[in-house]
Nanobody, 127 residues
């Protein structure tokens, strides 16, 4: 069984920073890409950023580009999301996910391309 466990969420003022982590454990699995998605109350889950696990190539949603940085530590099997200049509209539950098929960048922005998901961590940005 594969487990993805997020941590690092919390309450922060607008303009502040948070760093999310997503540790993978359990049965070994290969992933072409891992990603962060988020879901605000009453809204659909949306793509935030993804990274190819071997090459480290990254891709971001326009809404976070220049403020968020996705990275990974392959040795620790851990995914990160550094979030700077946070805005109230960034408030959401943040989920990490892993894809075991190579859908490419256009596929990896879609939640349906991911096989494994974490339980989510709440990020709240106050104005």
């Amino acid at each position: 069984q594969v487990q993805l466990v997020e941590s690092g969420g919390g309450l922060v003022q607008a303009g502040g920073s948070l760093r999310l982590s997503c540790a993978a454990s359990g049965r070994p699995f290969g992933s072409y890409a891992r990603a962060w998605f988020r879901q605000a109350p009453g809204k659909e889950r949306e793509f935030v950023a993804h990274i190819t696990w071997s090459g480290g190539n990254t891709y971001y949603a326009d809404s976070v580009k220049g403020r968020f940085t996705i990275s990974r530590d392959s040795a620790k099997n851990t995914l990160y999301l550094q979030m700077n200049s946070l805005k109230p509209e960034d408030t959401a539950v943040y989920y990490c996910a892993a894809a075991t098929f190579n859908f490419g960048h256009t596929g990896w922005v879609k939640s349906g391309s991911y096989d494994y998901w974490g339980q989510g961590t709440q990020v709240t940005v106050s104005s």
